[in-house]
């Protein structure tokens, strides 16, 4: 479902460690997810997704795992760098005709130099 | 490619007024649109689908005659926020659904800040 957060929860990396950011979602009849990437004052860029037909995809750097026995989602970012500094949002869509997505309440994910 | 533009990239109103924001698909045809509002440290919540050539289906509690969404062609819906108030002070982003292959793909705008004064 929709979800509405008052404020975000924070992710402090070191530079050059692993980040892992989780997402729960609710809909178990979600068939594809997104990784989004918002940086302030600026529209969610696409990452990386994956269907529900999958458990893991790699892209550049960063890899996504689906667990729907558990209804669970996380994006792991290699080695990251300060400019991965943002907000992240996970994003489901439910199929069955309707392509909108509903958003995460985002992870702040904050790098350390 | 796959790039989507907002114009204006802010706008500050005085209460009463309407205000038009634009969004395009710059170097692909959007069959659909979607319109979403963000607060602040907030997530995005979707106000309306735009479909090319009809009616735009607004979520629960989403005012269509508040928010008046057009989709005129392949690449651009406009959404005009009617009367504004403070309230409507806000992130609106929208996103265009892009297809390879099989796979639909949603690309976002940069965002339109709107402020009622």
């Known amino acids: 479902g929709e979800s509405v957060g008052l404020h975000l929860p924070t992710l402090s990396v070191q530079e050059g460690d692993n980040s892992i950011i989780n997402c729960a979602y609710s809909?178990?009849?979600?068939?594809?997810f997104i990784w989004y990437k918002q940086e302030s004052g600026k529209g969610p860029q696409f990452i990386i997704d994956?269907?529900?037909?999958?458990d893991k995809r790699q892209g550049q750097r960063v890899t996504v795992l689906l667990n729907k026995t558990v209804k669970h989602l996380s994006l792991q970012i290699a080695a990251t760098q300060p400019g991965d500094s943002a907000v992240y949002f996970c994003?489901?869509?439910?199929?069955?005709?309707?392509?909108?997505?509903?958003f995460g309440s985002g992870t702040r994910l904050q790098v350390q130099p | 490619g796959a790039v989507v533009s907002q114009h204006p990239s802010w706008v500050i109103c005085k209460s009463g007024t309407s205000v038009k924001i634009e969004c395009r698909s710059l170097?692909?045809?959007?069959?659909?649109m979607f319109w979403y509002r963000q607060f602040p440290k907030q997530s995005l919540m979707l106000m309306a689908t735009?479909?090319?050539?009809?009616?735009?289906?607004?979520e629960q509690g989403v005012e269509k005659d508040k928010f008046l969404i057009n989709h005129a062609s392949l690449t651009l819906s406009t959404l005009t926020v009617t009367s504004a108030h403070p309230e409507d002070s806000s992130f609106y982003i929208c996103?265009?659904?892009?297809?390879?292959?099989?796979?639909?793909?949603?690309?976002f705008g940069p965002g339109t800040r709107l402020t009622v004064l």
């Open positions: 994003a489901e869509n439910i199929g069955t005709g309707r392509r909108a997505l509903t």
């Open positions: 994956i269907r529900s037909n999958m």
């Open positions: 996103s265009a659904e892009a297809r390879a292959g099989s796979t639909d793909t949603q690309y």
């Open positions: 735009s479909n090319e050539g009809s009616k735009a289906t607004y």
């Open positions: 170097d692909f045809q959007a069959t659909t």
């Open positions: 809909n178990s009849a979600s068939d594809y």
